[in-house]
């Protein structure tokens, strides 16, 4: 079982849309998870980072965590075709050993339809 | 957010020859940068930790002969590809830890492409 798992996609989405981007992961120690969008060609950016249980907003993103299920996911409201990228999702390892790393998912490929 | 530079942005070098990339924090101390390879249509792969004032940490399967790490100060870490190989061209990104806070975000500089002929 990977560690970090999201569906590969590719995820559709009209323009205007919401996107629903989920993510699980297996280490229920781990506390801190984040959301980088990748560009083609390009390295990842930070878009959202989340630690506890509930809803965290900024802007046109929300980050949800639900720490009992190992669930993060990443909503995209009025969503635009400049969204279309691969979403990572990251946590952060939670032994002492892996406490510095952030331990990635193989990412989602997001398309927006204009 | 923290930035983070790196150079060369693209290296295309023979097969046997060395490359260094080097990896700056700007804006920011950096205790901790990470190095990370990725190939075509695949996720990030961490090859290691590097910490300021100390020996990498590398992850299982990376051969810390072939991949060097130098952590020299605060704000610059750098990644040298020894005898490389086609096998080794890749995308290698680095990213840094802003510490303050306690937050663990990891900003990611722009990357280096690596071509190996």
């Known amino acids: 079982q990977k560690e970090v798992e999201q569906n590969s996609g590719p995820l559709s989405v009209p323009e205007g849309a919401i996107a629903s981007l989920n993510c699980t992961y297996s280490?229920?120690?781990?506390?801190?998870f984040f959301w980088y969008r990748q560009y083609s060609g390009k390295s990842p950016e930070l878009i959202m980072s989340?630690?506890?249980?509930g809803d965290k907003e900024d802007g046109r993103f929300t980050a949800q965590l639900n720490k009992a299920s190992q669930y993060v996911s990443l909503l995209i409201r009025d969503s635009q075709p400049s969204d279309s990228a691969t979403y990572l999702c990251?946590?952060?390892?939670?032994?002492?050993?892996?406490?510095?790393?952030?331990?990635f998912g193989q990412g989602t490929r997001l398309t927006i339809n204009p | 957010g923290a930035v983070v530079s790196q150079h060369p942005s693209r290296v295309i070098c023979k097969s046997g020859t060395s490359v260094k990339i080097e990896c700056r924090s700007l804006d920011f101390q950096a205790t901790t940068m990470f190095w990370y390879r990725q190939f075509p249509k695949q996720s990030l792969m961490l090859m290691a930790t590097s910490n300021e004032g100390s020996k990498a940490t590398y992850e299982q399967g990376v051969e810390k002969d072939k991949f060097l790490i130098n952590h020299a100060s605060l704000t610059l870490s750098t990644l040298t590809v020894t005898s490389a190989h086609p096998e080794d061209s890749s995308f290698y990104i680095c990213s840094a830890r802003e510490p303050s806070g306690g937050s663990y975000e990891q900003y990611f500089g722009p990357g280096t492409r690596l071509t190996v002929t």
């Open positions: 280490d229920r120690g781990s506390q801190s």
């Open positions: 989340i630690y506890s249980n």
């Open positions: 990251a946590a952060r390892g939670a032994s002492i050993q892996g406490a510095q790393k952030l331990v």
